[in-house]
T-cell receptor, first 115, second 113 residues
Framework: DAGVTQSPTHLIKTRGQHVTLRCSPI?????VSWYQQVLGQGPQFIFQ???????GRGNFPDRFSARQFPNYSSELNVNALLLGDSALYLC??????????????FGEGSWLTVV | SQQGEEDPQALSIQEGENATMNCSYK?????LQWYRQNSGRGLVHLIL?????REKHSGRLRVTLDTSKKSSSLLITASRAADTASYFC?????????????FGQGTILTVHP
């Protein structure tokens, strides 16, 4: 079975532009989360979606938005890009169910460079 | 802000030696998960330990959890050069029923052949 898939793998954008990153969860997984990982740090939680509803949001500005589609895939959108948005963006998926036993699986990420 | 803190920040050992990494956190948890990340790549899930568990094993990996001390450790036995990577602990806070993990800064492990 395919794991969490993300696209694109690498992209370069100019300051002020907009970017859309895409994620397909593992088949059967209905929960999708997005994380930002700046070089040298651990991932930081951005958004979590379950059954197409936003279930959590991290400490990120309104320039960051996301949505989940009926097939449970998800998009992360970032407007008005800043140099500091350069990072690895990770998507994760998990099964619904009891929180204590939920393994959360990550994709390979999308490397965003803002110049 | 990061909840977990890994210790040490970097660890350098020879092949065949054991590697121990520690993680501390601040709040109650549902579970704690360990991940490996090779340079520039995604996170690979290693092991999950529930808040009511004290120890788990998976192959050469052993994870312990002490909720009274709010700490966990990851032991890799008989390390190999291929184990060279960054290792992260991530907690799913208590009261959270979805995928909102909080990560530490990670431990960079280098295994010399």
């Amino acid at each position: 079975d395919a794991g969490v898939t993300q696209s694109p793998t690498h992209l370069i954008k100019t300051r002020g532009q907009h970017v859309t990153l895409r994620c397909s969860p593992i088949s059967g997984h209905k929960s999708v989360s997005w994380y930002q990982q700046v070089l040298g740090q651990g991932p930081q939680f951005i958004f979590q979606y379950y059954e197409k509803e936003e279930r959590g949001r991290g400490n990120f500005p309104d320039r960051f938005s996301a949505r989940q589609f009926p097939n449970y895939s998800s998009e992360l959108n970032v407007n008005a890009l800043l140099l500091g948005d350069s990072a690895l963006y990770l998507c994760a998926s998990s099964l619904p169910g009891t929180a204590s036993g939920n393994t959360i699986y990550f994709g390979e990420g999308s490397w965003l460079t803002v110049v | 802000s990061q909840q977990g803190e890994e210790d040490p920040q970097a660890l350098s050992i020879q092949e065949g030696e054991n590697a121990t990494m520690n993680c501390s956190y601040k709040t109650s948890i549902n579970n704690l998960q360990w991940y490996r990340q090779n340079s520039g790549r995604g996170l690979v899930h290693l092991i999950l330990i529930r808040s009511n568990e004290r120890e788990k094993h998976s192959g050469r990996l052993r994870v312990t959890l002490d909720t009274s001390k709010k700490s966990s450790s990851l032991l890799i036995t008989a390390s190999r050069a291929a184990d060279t990577a960054s290792y992260f602990c991530a907690v799913l806070p208590g009261g959270t029923s979805y995928g909102k993990l909080t990560f530490g800064q990670g431990t960079i492990l280098t295994v010399h052949p």
